[in-house]
């Protein structure tokens, strides 16, 4: 009886010894899971800055996506070429497209780019406000390079400067139906 | 003759100690029961408040769980998002420096006139995979080290190189003077 007994409270004291274990594991790992639990409410909290972020981007890319075509984008193109070079009275010499002008870094899929090589002929100053103009348009378009020589016509010396601006026109394809609604 | 008879049904009062050793427990093993009840009072009273501590415990364990795994898909969901987030806004950001482009080359074209010296012509600007060439005339070896100082501290440009010089004999329209060739490498913005 006595034996009884004892192994009765010596199984008492292991369960004991037992749950407090169980009771100590479960309690570190309810720790470890708030930690991480915490840690992952700070990124998700992250999110409005996305949104923002997301928002903003969609605020400049839809001002020039049009979704145009190419022969729209390059019409709208030269009739700005035309009065940008009347308001600052040079002489657009020769556009021919596709040249050996290549933009300088690979557009992504949602650029199309079409390279222009450009010759205009004209005075120092005019030919630098003119290359500052050539990208502020609705058609989105970058200088890839310019290269500057004396007119290689003699009649034309006194005018100034032949400029060869490689530029390359690019098409904005965004798809509209990813625009956040607000 | 029928006789009332009366019986006493009600039981003494007697102890709990009393009932239990009433079951002819012999007197040597009364202590030893005690202790044995004892013992599985113990042992009863602890695995049933331990069990309800560890119930609590594992409550909470999986509570957090299934909260860490809601947020698990919540944070996928989102890195999903930043990643489109992330393209739209490096697309973004390629469209800003094209925009920027005609600035930027017509600032440098501004800063390569505004550095040459009185006595120097440019006759030709050329770009090549790092920066310039630019090839011009000068009236002589001080305006041509006048524009390479002025290049050099120029913070459009890194590292004006002279590429060649060459003396040129006067003509009907030119005075004598040096012909020369530079690079010039354009500085990153």
Redesign the interface.
């Known amino acids: 009886?006595?034996l009884?007994?004892?192994?009765?409270?010596v199984?008492?004291?292991r369960?004991?010894a037992s749950?407090?274990s169980?009771?100590a594991k479960?309690?570190v790992?309810?720790e470890e899971?708030?930690r991480?639990?915490e840690s992952?409410?700070r990124?998700?909290a992250?999110?409005e800055t996305?949104r923002r972020?997301?928002q903003?981007?969609?605020d400049?890319?839809l001002k020039?996506s049009g979704g145009q075509q190419p022969a729209i984008s390059v019409a709208e193109f030269l009739r700005r070429l035309k009065d940008m070079a009347w308001r600052r009275r040079l002489s657009v010499v020769s556009i021919i497209p596709g040249d050996e002008s290549t933009p300088s870094?690979p557009a992504?899929r949602?650029?199309a780019p079409l390279p222009i090589t450009i010759l205009v002929r004209g005075k120092?100053r005019s030919?630098?406000?003119f290359?500052?103009?050539?990208?502020?348009q609705r058609t989105?378009?970058?200088?890839?390079?310019?290269?500057?020589?004396?007119s290689s016509i003699p009649s034309a010396r006194t005018a100034g400067l032949d400029a060869t601006i490689h530029v390359?026109l690019?098409r904005?394809i965004?798809d509209a139906a990813?625009v956040p609604a607000n | 003759m029928n006789v009332p008879v009366s019986f006493d049904y009600l039981r003494p009062s007697s102890s709990l100690e009393d009932v239990l050793f009433s079951c002819r427990i012999p007197k040597e093993m009364r202590a030893s029961c005690r202790a044995l009840c004892c013992s599985v009072l113990f042992a009863l009273t602890a695995w049933v408040l331990e069990g309800a501590r560890l119930h609590r415990a594992l409550q909470f364990e999986r509570a957090d769980a299934d909260r860490y795994s809601r947020q698990l898909s919540a944070l996928n969901a989102e890195r999903v998002y930043e990643k489109r987030v992330q393209a739209l806004t490096d697309l973004d950001r390629r469209v800003r420096t094209i925009a920027e482009s005609g600035t930027l080359a017509a600032r440098r074209l501004a800063a390569l006139a505004s550095d040459l010296p009185g006595n120097v012509w440019v006759t030709a600007i050329t770009p090549d995979g790092a920066g310039v060439m630019l090839d011009g005339q000068a009236r002589d070896l001080n305006g041509l080290s006048d524009t390479l100082v002025r290049l050099n501290a120029d913070p459009f440009f890194v590292g004006p190189s002279l590429m060649s010089a060459q003396r040129m004999a006067a003509t009907a329209v030119t005075p004598p003077g040096l012909r020369f060739t530079l690079h010039i490498a354009a500085r990153v913005p």
Do not use: P
């Open positions: 009886m006595w009884l007994a004892v192994f009765v409270f199984f008492g004291v369960a004991i749950h407090e169980a009771i479960a309690s790992a309810t899971l708030t991480r639990i992952n409410y990124t998700l992250q999110a996305l972020r997301e903003l981007a969609w400049d890319l020039i870094k992504s949602a650029l120092f030919l630098v406000r290359i500052q103009e050539i990208t502020r989105l378009t970058g200088v890839e390079s310019v290269k500057l020589m004396l390359t690019y904005v965004v990813n």
